[in-house]
């Protein structure tokens, strides 16, 4: 057999992992028909067509799944070695890849990773933003943030950020055409701003107080996918939405939107950054941890 050159294998996990040439160009910073013509030459070496490609999609054959699921760990095992280099160095180097949603990109993760950056500047961060729940290993990220009931029991986690609490907001018009809720069961009968999941399911808004717990599948004209259009929508009088306490504090400052059900509104203990069980966490990581942990990124309310 033609011996393979260890950069086309590698060529050939990051478009497995992305399902795409073009997702996966953008990872390696190649162009996809760079990537396509090593692919071709890869698959003539090996005599295996490695992967089924149609205009919209990617996918592996039984030949390359068996290929990925052996190469994979090989690699994982080599980025390991690699990393224990930074045992004997000053300062960790290398790249972090974090996936997180987008809100939790803006309120928690952005202005740490500023810093974090600034205080260890061989570390470069690559951040995607999804709102859908992604497989963190599968599509090579050390990490990932979100809520903790949303992790997967295998995962590791760490607390990462300040404890949040939900707000139910509305315009100063909408209550005055519609009321104000005093219990959260009224909001049934009231325009409120439904949010849809990724996977499709809708939101039921959960409230608390003095242990009776109470989720209501709120009804109204609009339903949307994304929290800061829901937070346009609910300055421009369209509903009520349920939205991230620290979203909207400035416009409760302002005087555009309105909280009620307060007292129903508990604490929740917020984000998680979780990450794989391996046998050595990448230095990489383990310096982003420490430092959110002394950075003042605690459970405060």
């Not at 040439?21 to 162009?31: D, H, K, N």
């Not at 790249?95 to 309120?107: F, I």
């Not at 810093?115 to 729940?133: G, H, K, N, Q, T």
């Amino acid at each position: 057999m033609a011996t393979i050159d260890p950069a086309d294998l590698g060529v050939f996990l990051a478009i497995a992992r992305q399902g795409s040439f073009r997702r996966a160009a953008a990872e390696l910073g190649v162009t996809p028909s760079a990537l396509s013509h090593s692919m071709r030459l890869l698959e003539e070496r090996l005599g295996v067509r490695l992967f089924n490609r149609t205009t919209r999609s990617v996918a592996l054959t039984e030949a390359g799944g068996r290929l990925f699921g052996r190469v994979n760990p090989a690699f994982r095992d080599i980025h390991d070695a690699i990393d224990e280099l930074n045992l004997f160095r000053d300062r960790p180097f290398g790249t972090l890849r974090l996936n997180a949603p987008r809100l939790c990109a803006r309120l928690v993760l952005m202005p740490l990773l500023t810093r974090f950056m600034a205080a260890y500047p061989d570390i470069r961060v690559e951040l995607a933003v999804s709102d859908a729940l992604v497989d963190i290993v599968a599509d090579g990220f050390d990490a990932g943030i979100r809520f903790g009931e949303n992790i997967a029991a295998d995962m590791l986690t760490v607390p990462i950020g300040p404890r949040h609490a939900f707000a139910v907001v509305g315009s100063p018009g909408y209550f005055a055409r519609h009321g104000t809720p005093q219990d959260p069961r009224e909001l049934r009968d009231k325009p409120c701003i439904r949010f849809r999941f990724p996977g499709g399911g809708l939101y039921a808004w959960e409230f608390e107080r003095g242990g009776e717990e109470v989720a209501v599948e709120v009804d109204g004209p609009l339903t949307l996918s994304e929290q800061d259009l829901m937070l346009e929508a609910a300055l421009d009088g369209a509903g009520m939405a349920y939205l991230f306490e620290a979203q909207v504090r400035p416009h409760l400052a302002s005087g555009t939107l309105v909280r009620v059900l307060e007292d129903w509104c508990p604490h929740y203990p917020g984000f998680y950054l979780y990450y794989p069980s391996r046998r050595q966490m990448p230095a990489t990581l383990r310096s982003f941890i420490d430092y959110s942990r002394g950075a003042g990124s605690s459970r405060q309310d």
